[in-house]
């Protein structure tokens, strides 16, 4: 469940992320119908949640169905339920819009570019997958198959919970047998990313993580965010020839998930193996975000979703929802990235496209520490830029804007700055020199009045650069904000910075 607050200036704040195991399907799949215990399940926490919404004053719900009921022949008696007891009217959707809306969430938080994604979200009783790229999606399938689904179809023979080699094999045939038909348009399609969602696929990549990589050894650790192919087969058969009870004690794994750990796996180890998959990325997005996205996009007065890139609109989002300062952040970024172009154009960096975009959303968050307090907002602007969720940024990137957003005044990075921020000695030089332009934009709008209107490297040699300002008006405030900057940077690129402020309003 996601409680989430639209605010007045079009961004929104999510107040609360709950999850509860509910196992509606347990015992379902063979006979299309819920059972009682699931049922009774499935109300408690209905009501449990609707009662924690309301202590948010929440106006509006919105509630799906998936698998488990769409499949059930007494849905009817669920949803009836579920009205009169928890007062919540909930929607079963099919499973090609289950795999659209999972779709939505898991794009809205990566940096796509012009590749074409493949999802795939291991669930209960089934698996969804979709295909597409910023444009939308190009495929959506849905499989009866699902965790929870296979644990019951192929129960252990082994009351302790150990999976045989034979029960592998089996459950192995049936899920190539369900997705023979997809394969070829898979391949058709012919993605280039490959993301896996859901609970299973996560918790698979935790037990890579914590039980195959312990910290004491020399292997590499998986980083969290990929799972390879070698691993899940490693963690495949870790796991099938333990007990319910040991495989709870595995490092990493849910236990909750203990008893269809090794079905979803499956699922998971068949998908990568016939579509020739070393790895595949994994994420915590899915059903619940897309449900949100596609609610968002739905209102005309939120335009968060429009043509802005998950970055952008992540950036926007981040900003809006701690009320920055938008005309003094946009007057800054635009001065910084006129600066960041006429310096390349005049040789004094060689930095490409993709700093460039980095420096860009650190001048528009630079401010937003003054959201905790004015004193050392600097500091809270890294706190609060390096543990937000800013979607679609790897974490050096995510660090890097961080790290920039903290060296916008004050002191300048110094060596031993550089060396406590694990920076790789290039993306050292990157902060080091980018601050530089971010320092200089924030004293071009000194006064927050957006006198300065354009600015430019004119001219650079081996010893001076010279800086032109275009200005409306009396800008003192921002020169000697310059001033102050010039040591700065004559450290920083090995040159003398001259500068001529021209007042356009003369003109």
Not at 32 to 53: G, W
Not at 279 to 290: A, F, K, P
Request: proline share 3%.
């Amino acid at each position: 469940m996601l409680i989430v607050r639209l605010n007045p200036n079009h961004s929104y704040t999510i107040l609360s992320r709950q999850k509860q195991q509910v196992r509606l399907g347990e015992g379902e799949f063979e006979d299309e119908m819920i059972t009682t215990a699931a049922m009774d399940r499935a109300v408690v926490v209905a009501k449990k949640f609707v009662d924690l919404a309301r202590t948010f004053h929440t106006e509006e719900f919105v509630a799906v169905a998936t698998s488990a009921t769409r499949e059930a022949s007494n849905q009817n008696e669920l949803l009836h339920r579920i009205r009169q007891e928890a007062g919540l009217d909930i929607r079963i959707i099919s499973g090609r819009e289950e795999a659209r809306l999972i779709f939505l969430g898991v794009v809205s938080a990566i940096h796509l570019s012009d590749r074409n994604v493949f999802c795939i979200d291991i669930g209960g009783g089934s698996t969804e997958i979709a295909i597409g790229d910023t444009q939308g999606y190009t495929y959506l399938d849905s499989f009866r198959i699902g965790a929870i689904r296979l644990a019951n179809q192929y129960p252990c023979s082994d009351e302790k919970g150990i999976v045989s080699l034979e029960q592998q094999k089996t459950i192995h045939q049936h899920v190539r047998n369900a997705i023979v038909h997809a394969k070829a348009a898979i391949r058709t399609v012919r993605p280039d990313c490959f993301i896996g969602s859901s609970g299973t696929i996560m918790n698979l990549a935790e037990i890579a993580e914590k039980a195959l990589h312990p910290v004491n050894e020399s292997t590499p650790k998986s980083n969290g965010h990929t799972l390879k192919y070698k691993e899940l087969k490693k963690v495949i058969d870790l796991l099938s020839p333990l007990t319910l009870e040991q495989r709870r004690k595995v490092p990493g794994i849910n236990p909750e998930r203990a008893d269809i750990i090794v079905p979803g796996a499956i699922i998971l180890e068949v998908f990568m193996k016939e579509l020739g998959l070393s790895e595949i990325s994994v994420t915590s997005r899915g059903l619940q975000d897309g449900l949100l996205v596609d609610y968002l996009s739905r209102m005309d007065s939120f335009p968060l979703m429009g043509e802005l890139t998950p970055r952008q609109r992540s950036v926007l989002q981040l900003g809006r929802s701690c009320g920055i300062n938008e005309i003094h952040a946009r007057t800054v970024t635009t001065l910084v990235l006129e600066m960041f172009d006429s310096a390349r154009t005049k040789k004094l960096h060689d930095f490409s496209d993709a700093e460039r975009e980095l420096l860009e959303y650190a001048a528009f968050l630079h401010d937003i520490g003054s959201f905790i307090s004015f004193t050392n907002h600097h500091a809270h602007s890294y706190y609060i830029i390096r543990n937000s969720e800013l979607l679609g940024f790897n974490d050096r990137e995510v660090n890097l804007i961080a790290l920039l957003a903290r060296f916008h005044r004050k002191k300048s990075p110094r060596k031993k700055d550089l060396g406590a921020t694990i920076l790789d000695p290039r993306d050292q030089r990157v902060l080091r020199l980018l601050s530089c332009f971010l320092r200089l934009g924030e004293s071009l709008d000194r006064s927050h009045a957006a006198l300065v209107q354009h600015v430019r490297f004119s001219a650079a040699d081996k010893t001076t650069a010279r800086l032109e300002i275009l200005a409306r008006g009396d800008c003192q405030l921002e020169i000697w904000g310059i001033e102050s900057e010039m040591r700065a940077f004559s450290k920083a690129f090995g040159r003398n910075l001259e500068f001529s402020v021209k007042d356009i309003s003369l003109s």
